[in-house]
């Protein structure tokens, strides 16, 4: 069943008379409602087209957390073949947030690391909403040393509100974890390629994203903070988050612009949730191209090149 988000009453209307028209139909054979079915069919299209046409900085925040909108798991069952998943910190735990190991892209053997919020109501407990601790970061690190000890190319596929702010993580080092991250990220002679799939939250997506390249699904979000967790900060209001998305310039447009991301990958028209095997396949060629570019490098370039871009970052956007 398709979930609506609540700018997008006006085409659940239309699509929810057109599918009760068709279960009429099914019931009565004898009634024939082709043409008044198609005809919602076409004002439910025009309706999609026109509320996408220029989705606000809030609800593209909105489509980004969809609940139906593809996942890293979704993404790994889809791209990747031979996955072999690796687990734990070999310090504290497994984080089931955090979900990476070994694979294969093209037949070529990479390092697949990303975070994974679930899809339902238990699954979305087990896994915390995507929300890493400590262990998870540090699981990250130690894939990403293998990767580079085994000279296999890095792929993240960020989609996290933020780390985990809970007492625990705190008390086992939160910080320090995602500090240790992003600079790993920063570190290994290998290709690192990031893709930030749903909501790129804080430093919790910064400690996956600090690649050589960075691609942002369109209706994706990049910030250091959620619009409600800035409003609540700014004006004492959470409810003022729409303005807070409007300042904060995290939509994939604007981070391109400021050079914060090298690519965005086009969405199927309503969003990732509409269409997932399309979007997944999109990914997928951008993740190609993304490799395409960073063949034939040696480590040493890649490092320095991935530094210098952290380096650079925002002075396009401050020059224009």
Known sequence: MTQYLDFEKPLAEIEGKAEELRALARKNEDMDITSEAAALDVKAAKILDDLYASLTPWRKCQVARHPNRPHCKDYIEALFTEYTPLAGDRSFADDLAVMGGLARFNDTPVMVIGHEKGHDT??????????ARPEGYRKAVRLMELAGKFGLPVITLVDTPGAYPGKGAEERGQSEAIARSTEKCLQIGVPLISVIIGEGGSGGAVAFATANRVAMLEHSVYSVITPEGCAS??????????????????????????GVTDRIILEPKGGAHRDPHATIEAVRLSIVAMLAELEGKDGATLVHDRRQKYLDMGNKGLAA
């Open 233 to 258: 900060i700014l004006w004492k209001d959470s409810e003022k988050m729409r303005e807070a998305a409007e300042a904060m310039r995290l939509t994939a447009d604007d981070l391109r612009k400021l």
């Open 122 to 131: 238990k699954s979305r407990i087990e896994h915390n909403f995507g929300m």
